[in-house]
C-alpha cells in the first residue's frame, strides 16, 4: 500500500491504472487519493465504524481533485477522521441519506457534482445517456431499493431497444437515441460512474 505525504505535484504525477488505485497520506492516517482507471482523481477518508479492528471499514469520498486543493481536502478528511474516532459514522450516515433519493434525483445531483472531469462534449453525451435510458427505466426507483435485477432489466430493455428514439427537435435539429449491445454497456457503465461504486472491489446490491 503506498503512502506518501499528498502533494498536488505527486496528484498530477499519478497516472491511471487498469483498476483503482490509492495514495495514502503519510501525514495524516486514513486520508488518501482514489485514482480512477478513467483519470479522475478524489479524496477519500478511510476509518472503522465503531473503532478498533473489529469495526467495519468505511470509505467517504471528500471531493474531487481540481474542485478542492490537497490542503482543503486533509482539513475536510481530518474532521471526518475525527468524527469517526469520536464513535460517529460519517459514510453511513451520507449513504443512509442517498438511500432516500430517487435515481433520478441522484441524477440530477449528479449532472450538477460529479461531471467536472469530463470535457464538454463527454459529458453533454453521457448526461444524455443517463436521462434517456437510465433514468427512463429506473428513475422513480429509490437507491437503496435498485437491486441486480433491476440493472440487469435495464441492460436488456436498453439492449432490445425499448429507449431509442429519433425526434427531431425544431426545424433543424434532431435526438438519436440508439440501442443495442453497445448502448447497453455504457447505459451499465454510467450507472456505476452515478452510483460512485465503479471500483474493482465494490459490487452492487445484490
Known amino acids: 500500500m503506498a ?13 491511471p491504472s487498469e483498476c483503482d488505485c490509492f495514495v495514502w497520506d503519510s501525514e495524516l492516517a486514513g486520508f488518501g487519493l482514489r485514482v480512477r482507471p478513467g ?11 465503531g473503532g478498533g479492528r473489529t469495526g467495519q471499514s468505511r470509505r467517504y469520498t471528500v471531493g474531487r481533485y481540481g474542485v478542492m486543493t490537497v490542503d482543503e481536502a486533509r482539513l475536510d478528511a481530518r ?3 475525527l468524527a469517526a474516532a469520536q464513535g460517529q459514522d460519517p ?16 441524477a440530477g445531483a ?7 472531469h469530463l470535457k464538454d462534449r463527454n459529458r453533454r453525451y453521457m448526461l444524455a445517456r443517463i436521462n434517456h435510458h437510465i433514468v ?27 429507449t431509442a428514439k429519433d425526434e427531431k427537435i ?10 443495442g449491445q453497445g448502448a447497453a454497456t455504457r447505459a451499465v457503465r454510467d450507472l456505476s460512474s452515478l452510483s460512485d461504486i465503479n471500483t474493482c472491489e465494490t459490487k452492487l446490491a445484490a
Open 3 to 15: 503512502t506518501k505525504k499528498l502533494t498536488k505535484r505527486l496528484i498530477d504525477g499519478t497516472a
Open 39 to 49: 483519470g479522475a482523481k478524489t479524496f477519500v477518508a478511510q476509518y472503522r465504524a
Open 79 to 81: 474532521a471526518i477522521l
Open 91 to 106: 459514510a453511513g450516515k451520507r449513504r443512509s441519506k442517498r438511500g432516500e433519493m430517487t435515481v433520478a434525483e441522484l
Open 110 to 116: 449528479f449532472a450538477k457534482n460529479g461531471t467536472d
Open 136 to 162: 427512463r427505466l429506473i428513475g422513480r426507483k429509490k437507491i437503496s431499493e435498485v437491486r441486480l435485477g433491476d440493472v440487469e432489466q435495464m441492460m436488456r430493455d436498453v439492449k432490445a431497444g425499448k
Open 170 to 179: 425544431g426545424t433543424r435539429a434532431r435526438v438519436v437515441v440508439t440501442g
